[in-house]
C-alpha cells in the first residue's frame, strides 16, 4: 500500500477510505498486503485528480463509476455495431 500510494502522491489513508468507498477492493497477498492492479491505480488517481478539484469524496467515487460504466456501454455498442450485418 506504501507504495502504491507514494506512487499516487496521496496517503496510504486516502487508498483505505477509496476501499471503504466500495470505488477500488485490492486483493490481498499471502502476508495480508494490499496489492492494487494498475486499473485500481488508474481509479486511485482519477479519485485523486477530482479530490484536488474540490469534489468531495463520495462523489467523486459515485462519477467514477458511473464514468466506468459508461465507457463499458459505449464498448458493448461498439461491438454490437461492427457486428451488425448490413
Avoid at 477492493?25 to 486499473?39: I, L, T, V
Wanted: glycine letters at 8%; one cysteine or more; aromatic letters at 4%.
Amino acid at each position: 500500500m506504501g507504495s502504491a500510494a507514494e506512487m499516487l502522491g496521496v496517503t496510504p489513508a486516502f487508498l483505505r477510505s477509496l476501499g471503504a468507498a466500495g470505488l477500488i477492493e485490492p486483493q490481498r497477498s499471502d502476508g495480508g498486503h494490499r496489492r492494487y492492479s494498475r486499473y485500481q491505480l488508474r481509479l486511485a488517481a482519477r479519485a485523486r485528480e477530482l479530490v484536488d478539484a474540490g469534489t468531495a469524496l463520495e462523489a467523486a467515487c459515485r462519477i467514477l463509476i458511473l464514468e466506468d460504466q459508461l465507457a463499458e456501454a459505449l464498448r458493448i455498442n461498439a461491438a454490437r455495431e461492427n457486428q451488425a450485418p448490413d
